[in-house]
């Protein structure tokens, strides 16, 4: 066998993109509760059995289907004085490009296995960039949940919600409006 040969994509490397395609857009559709395992088979033209020989379970197959990075920008890189301008266009960005944060909204706000989902995400990626920029590293868990809570607002009143003032910001005037607060949370004083 030619060790320098490229790898031919196998038939089960396409059904698994097909898969987790149609997940991805039943979550978003449905949300993880209406989602079924039949219902996204039917949509990746699969037999369910299919979905489970590979995922095991709808709860196995939402967690491969919201693997999420969001590319933070590195925090060394990060200037503390600019972090929220970076974090919310940054977060805007992400969320006009990928619906898959929207079905983690929706499921992380109805069931359980989204909600761990968030919260992991929250601790392994957005942390550590709070880590970095806020005075106190005691405060560092704390600062992130407000700013988080300011990003899922938006995200939730813009792409879930779809509140036909917050649809129609355009993202120069969201980064203007929200970036202040954001950086306040991360880097202002405690509150006395």
């Not at 031919?8 to 449905?30: C, G, K, M, N």
């Not at 960005?93 to 499921?107: K, P, S």
Request: aromatic share 6%; hydrophobic share 45%; charged share 20%.
């Amino acid at each position: 066998m030619n060790q320098n040969r490229p790898r031919t994509p196998r038939r089960s490397d396409a059904t698994r993109t097909a898969i987790l395609d149609a997940a991805r857009e039943r979550f978003a559709a449905d949300g993880y509760d209406r989602a079924t395992i039949r219902a996204i088979a039917r949509d990746a033209n699969i037999d369910p059995s299919m979905v489970m020989r590979y995922y095991g379970n709808k709860e196995g197959l939402f967690a491969a289907a919201v693997a999420i990075d969001l590319k933070l920008p590195d925090p060394a890189s990060l200037s503390p004085d600019r972090a929220g301008q970076a974090l919310v266009t940054h977060f805007l960005t992400m969320w006009e490009q990928n619906e898959v944060l929207t079905a983690l909204l929706r499921v992380g706000a109805t069931n359980e296995a989204g909600a761990e989902r968030m919260q992991g995400i929250f601790a392994d990626q957005l942390l550590p960039l709070a880590l970095r920029v806020c005075p106190d590293p005691e405060q560092a868990p704390a600062r992130a949940a407000l700013a988080s809570s300011q990003l899922l607002g938006l995200a939730l009143t813009r792409y879930v919600l779809r509140f036909p003032p917050a649809v129609a910001l355009a993202p120069e005037e969201i980064v203007a409006w929200l970036a202040p607060t954001v950086q306040r949370y991360l880097t202002a004083p405690h509150p006395a």
